[in-house]
DNA sequence: TTGAAAGCGGTACCAG
DNA sequence: CTGGTACCGCTTTCAA
């Protein structure tokens, strides 16, 4: 590897000179520069990040923490952020909390210690101490704060609409999956959707889950038509639930979505894969990703606080889990 | 941020003591090393990765690089590195290729100029030449090279294992999904597959397709019934690929496994959720991570070349797209 | 327009 | 057992 001294002796000038060519500031006579600029050509030259960033005391690098990249809803997200932070010039730190605080902090730490410029959480944590000392830019994605800039999608409309959805075509004994307490997200879309049964002439029942696995999806599913056996709408916490409610809805023969209509949340790249192909509300993952990329930036690089919230706005993906709607309603 | 020289003016010692207690080598009298943990602790003071980094000419970093974190299949990989590298208290810069070749250079640029201690590849990139002269450990996963270390499963197996299953339960005219021709797994399942297809008393097609994606799986899923409806088995590329064939099968109201029998390969978490489920042929996609992990980390360690080729076995995973095998054959 | 030199925050060698 | 100090490779004054 070489380094900035030997770019300079071979070319007969000062490191100063080269760092002036290297990032374009200060003066450098045009002859000079072009000598430069070859000799790190010839040599293959380029500059070593680390002594960089310990200098300017910040790097190129920016943290992403994520509850789990096997769970396929995040990995979108994180293609969202990774492209944009690509395009200007930054590199990600990737870290799965599994929700877990002590993995949390401990990567939180390996984010500062490595002088990241800024950091990205879509952690479900509650304790948000772990991010009230940070000296850093940080956006929440997928959740909201009140202390950090965040990114997130309309869950509670998502909910309303999902409810609305499955009323207008016709269920009238709905059953309502709650995800897991701990997930803002599910809960908004619980409370939108319950709203918007609460005021509509038709019955429904709540059945609660504790976490989105795909192997507990299974259980949920067969918990719910034992629990509910007469259900005619299944409004899933997530599109994994809904799919594995589609799963076991099929598999006890019921007909979809003629005595059953299911909808699920999310419109992850298999729901349109499933049959019947999963109604869903979307969200637009790898938007929010790309979006909490730009504000993370902003604010890296104005330097100040943006204290901005953004909504994106989620909407109904009519697949065949529901039944056409009357259009003359 | 408190600074190693903060910590010594505190505890009344030289930054080399501190160092020594913090690097836990050298001698640092008992008395000595509790007032320096002590006003460790007080200050809160943790070491700056980057100057570390800087004088070792290495950091604790690995690089990490997918062809795509939003195909399913490369999650589980990514953890399996994740939680290995972890362990040996490694963390990860992570990188998407889509298969790129600039990409892919950019960020083993990256990389070096970050100082990573390694490297793992998954990507398909043919010209190797990307790799020849990194002066780091590099490990390929899921593919094989003659120049490096690789892990990856038994691809050629799971072909012969996939058309095997088909042939004895009896599909007898069945049509063999040739993946991309630049993947190389893909390839060698397909020659596996090829290989069993033709010593048995079996007619059989190929179909050629030239990528993973989603919205083209569906593509192909309806080419497959244009040019060969009556095809009663079918060995998809990957599992995507199988559940898009399963979706369009049903569409045209064929029943799964009677009429036509299908096996998928990967082994995907949402596979077991389609319905009828998916038969596939597994490869342990997160073993396969750990193993190249722990590879990596012993050529490290032991700063020398280990030139290894771990092959994982596959396995064959009846689900409900097959037949029941007769016992008594 | 260019160069010399002082750091950035650690590590490790050499004295004592 | 402990301290002084020369680097690691780059950026940025300050002078020339």
């Given at each position: 590897?070489?380094?900035?001294?030997?770019?300079?002796?071979?070319?007969?000038?000062?490191?100063?000179?080269?760092?002036?060519?290297?990032?374009?500031?200060?003066?450098?006579?045009?002859?000079?520069?072009?000598r430069v600029l070859e000799t790190i050509e010839r040599l293959n030259y380029s500059p070593n990040e680390v002594a960089r960033s310990l200098y300017k005391r910040k790097s190129r690098l920016?943290?992403?923490?994520?509850p789990d990249i096997t769970n396929p809803f995040f990995p979108q997200l994180a293609r969202g952020v990774e492209d944009e932070v690509n395009q200007a010039g930054f590199r990600l730190l990737l870290g799965n909390s599994d929700e877990e605080a002590t993995k949390e902090l401990d990567y939180i730490q390996t984010f500062e210690q490595n002088?990241?410029?800024?950091?990205?959480?879509?952690?479900?944590?509650?304790?948000?101490?772990?991010?009230?000392?940070?000296?850093?830019?940080?956006?929440?994605?997928?959740?909201?704060?009140?202390?950090?800039?965040s990114v997130f999608?309309?869950?509670?409309?998502?909910?309303?609409?999902?409810?609305?959805?499955?009323?207008?075509?016709?269920?009238?004994?709905?059953?309502?999956?709650?995800?897991?307490?701990?997930?803002?997200?599910?809960?908004?879309?619980?409370?939108?959707?319950?709203?918007?049964?609460?005021?509509?002439?038709?019955?429904?029942?709540?059945?609660g889950t504790t976490s989105y696995a795909f192997e507990e999806a299974k259980t949920w599913a067969e918990e719910l038509f034992t629990k509910h056996p007469e259900t005619d709408g299944v409004i899933a916490s997530n599109d994994?639930?809904?799919?594995?409610?589609?799963?076991?809805?099929?598999?006890?023969?019921?007909?979809?979505?003629?005595?059953?209509?299911?909808?699920?949340?999310?419109?992850?790249?298999?729901?349109?894969?499933?049959?019947?192909?999963?109604?869903?509300?979307?969200q637009p993952a790898y938007e929010m990703g790309k979006e909490a990329a730009k504000l993370l930036i902003r604010m890296i690089k104005k330097e100040q606080e943006i204290d901005q919230m953004i909504q994106l706005p989620v909407s109904l993906i009519e697949r065949n889990t529901t039944r056409k709607v009357d259009k003359d309603e």
């Open positions: 590897m070489a380094t900035i001294r030997d770019v300079a002796k071979e070319a007969g000038v000062s490191v100063a000179t080269v760092s002036r060519v290297l990032n374009d500031n200060g003066y450098v006579g045009v002859e000079t520069r072009k920016i943290g992403l923490l994520l002088h990241v410029v800024g950091i990205i959480s879509a952690t479900n944590n509650t304790d948000r101490e772990n991010y009230e000392n940070i000296d850093l830019p940080v956006v929440f994605l997928d959740r909201t704060s009140k202390h950090h800039p999608a309309d869950g509670r409309e998502g909910g309303r609409l999902a409810a609305r959805a499955l009323i207008d075509r016709g269920s009238t004994k709905i059953t309502l999956i709650k995800g897991p307490a701990h997930v803002q997200p599910a809960q908004d879309r619980f409370q939108g959707a319950l709203a918007e049964l609460s005021k509509a002439a038709v019955d429904f029942s709540v059945l994994i639930v809904g799919i594995a409610i589609l799963h076991e809805a099929l598999r006890l023969g019921k007909s979809i979505p003629d005595e059953l209509q299911i909808i699920g949340f999310d419109d992850i790249p298999l729901s349109s894969l499933s049959y019947p192909s999963l109604s869903t509300i979307r």
